[in-house]
């Protein structure tokens, strides 16, 4: 708007107190809203987007072991063994001993695991539509390089969410 100074700050008339409401308040809102809104989509096949980051990290690379990924997800090994045995018992993924190392266990896919992630992948889809519509094709584009140039700035690791390195380990761990 005009006269409004650059940076978002706004005169709050009540209290008189600037208000600033920046790029990084509007990314988080935005990430909190998606992020609810696909775990809310995600429910009807009774998984959440901590299942959903676990079994993709599967299926690209099966066989890896649980630390591995626990260590790429900067996740406490407690949780993820947590997660993994949610997973087993749903019949998503399934845990081989390694046999060069038989007290690690290697992970996969099962075919309904397979499945699943077919389902989330039409899920994620219609969520991306539905989040996005307003944009053309151009300007998703240069949204999603921009995203991805920040993304890359801080350091995140790609493909995995970095809410998984706040979660604590379990109470009983």
């Known amino acids: 708007m005009a006269g ?12 008189g107190l600037p208000e600033v409401i920046g790029t990084g308040f509007l990314l988080s809102a ?5 992020a609810m809104n696909f775990g809310r ?19 690209l690379t099966p066989g890896r072991s649980q630390q591995a990924i626990a260590d790429q997800f900067g996740m406490p090994p407690s949780r993820m063994v947590a997660l993994i045995d949610d997973l087993e018992h749903a019949g998503m993924v399934e845990r081989r001993r ?10 996969f896919l099962t075919d309904k695991g ?9 899920i994620g889809r219609e969520w991306e539509e539905e989040l996005v519509g307003s944009l053309t094709s151009d300007e998703r584009g240069q949204l999603r390089e921009l995203l991805e140039r920040l993304v890359a700035d801080q350091g995140i690791t790609p493909g995995v969410h970095p ?4 979660m604590k380990p379990d109470a009983d761990s």
Do not use: F
């Not at 989509?41 to 299926?59: E, M, S, Y």
């Not at 397979?114 to 039409?122: H, L, Q, R």
């Not at 809410?163 to 706040?166: D, I, K, V």
């Open 30 to 34: 935005l990430g909190a809203h998606s």
């Open 98 to 107: 390694d046999p060069r190392d038989r007290r690690a266990h290697s992970l």
């Open 114 to 122: 397979a499945k699943a992630m077919t389902k989330i992948a039409d």
């Open 41 to 59: 989509r995600l429910a009807a096949l009774d998984l959440t987007p901590p299942h959903v980051g676990l079994l993709r990290a599967i299926g």
């Open 4 to 15: 409004e100074p650059a940076d978002g700050a706004r005169d709050n008339r009540r209290s």
């Open 163 to 166: 809410g998984y390195r706040a």
